[in-house]
C-alpha cells in the first residue's frame, strides 16, 4: 500500500485559501483513485474530493462544489487539493487516501496524521 503524507494546512480568514499536498513514498500506479477526506470536530469523516489516476477524473462533495480543486502531479507523486473561498464549515483535519478500485470506495485508508485546516476570523 501507499505510505500517504498531507501537509499544507494552517489558519485562514473566511474568503482565504489553502493548498494541500499529498505526497506518496512511490510510484502513483493507474489503478489508483486519491481522495480528500475531512473531519470536522465530533464528525465522522467525509469524502471531500476524488481523483483518478487512470484517466484524470474528478469527484467532488456538494459542498466544495466551485471552491475546491483536485490534481495530480504524477511527475511528484503528489496530489494537490486547492482550496479557494474558504467558509468555517470547512475547519476540520484534512487526510488523504488511497483506494485500488473507484473513488466511491468505502474502504479508503490507512490513515495517517492529516493535516489541520481551521477557517476563522
Known amino acids: 500500500q501507499l505510505q500517504l503524507v498531507e501537509s499544507g494546512g494552517g489558519m485562514v480568514q473566511p474568503g482565504g485559501s489553502l493548498r494541500l499536498s499529498c505526497a506518496a513514498s512511490?510510484?502513483?500506479?493507474?489503478?489508483?483513485?486519491i481522495a480528500w477526506f475531512r473531519q470536522a470536530p465530533g464528525k465522522e469523516r467525509k469524502g471531500v474530493s476524488c481523483?483518478?489516476?487512470?484517466?484524470?477524473?474528478?469527484r467532488y462533495a456538494d459542498s466544495v462544489k466551485g471552491r475546491f480543486t483536485i490534481s495530480r502531479d504524477n511527475a511528484k507523486n503528489t496530489v494537490y487539493l486547492q482550496m479557494n473561498n474558504l467558509i468555517p464549515e470547512d475547519t476540520g483535519a484534512y487526510y488523504c487516501?488511497?483506494?485500488?478500485?473507484?473513488?466511491?470506495?468505502?474502504?479508503?485508508?490507512?490513515w495517517g496524521q492529516g493535516t489541520q485546516v481551521t477557517v476563522s476570523s
Open positions: 512511490e510510484f502513483i500506479a493507474n489503478y489508483y483513485h
Open positions: 487516501a488511497a483506494s485500488r478500485s473507484s473513488c466511491a470506495d468505502p474502504n479508503f485508508g490507512p
Open positions: 481523483i483518478s489516476f487512470r484517466d484524470g477524473s474528478t
